[in-house]
């Protein structure tokens, strides 16, 4: 802001007001918790949808009819070992090595991509087996929870992938490093959904 003092005779005389200062970056932090926040929103009311509706069978197949606990586990271990190369991708990030940190997100982002196929194979493999989304409520439920999950990891490894871009573009700067913690944040909370996922709809399913 700008203001002017006038006196007689004398040309006008301008003074800057000192602006208050904020902390760079904090809305930016802000708002990702709060998107965070509904997210987690998103997932209890599927996972609440699920616990109504996935004993729900129409006479169809079952969880232990479908799921095959050695290819979840599997999958769970890529997405598990995807969360630590992160974390290395992060220690990297804050001793200012660019190299090292898009090595790790490279890394993160395999990972993250097998992941999705094994999670692909075994809803093709499922559809193939008839036990398609219509076949009955726990069905529809379980494509829907296991689907939206997947879908957020296909959106973080976009993601990623322009981060990696900006990086090498413009290196670690300031506003680079916040929006790889951004990330973190979002792929860390993708591993505890799953976590839930694999507890609640596979182990738990199965012993029913």
Request: aromatic content about 14%; charged content about 10%.
């Amino acid at each position: 802001m700008a203001s002017t003092a006038i006196t007689a005779g004398a040309e006008p005389v301008f003074h800057l007001e000192e602006e208050h200062a904020h902390a760079e970056g904090g809305s930016t932090m802000l708002g990702f918790w709060l998107y965070l926040m509904s997210d987690c929103l998103i997932f209890a009311m599927l996972f609440a949808a699920f616990g109504v509706l996935g004993g729900n069978y129409a006479a169809g197949p079952a969880p232990k009819d479908l799921f095959d606990l050695g290819l979840v586990a599997v999958n769970t271990t890529m997405l598990l070992l995807s969360s630590i190369t992160y974390g290395f991708a992060m220690l990297t990030m804050d001793k200012g090595r660019v190299g090292a940190t898009q090595g790790w997100l490279a890394v993160t982002m395999l990972f993250g991509l097998a992941f999705l196929s094994i999670e692909l194979y075994e809803f093709a493999h499922m559809i193939h087996e008839g036990a398609t989304p219509q076949r009955s409520a726990f069905l529809s439920s379980f494509f829907t929870l296991v689907g939206t999950h997947g879908l957020h990891v296909t959106f973080g490894i976009v993601w990623m992938v322009t981060l990696m871009v900006q990086v090498a573009r413009h290196g670690l700067i300031e506003a680079n490093r916040r929006r790889l913690m951004c990330l973190s944040m979002f792929w860390h909370f993708l591993d505890v959904v799953w976590i839930g996922v694999f507890t609640f709809v596979y182990l738990m399913g199965t012993l029913r």
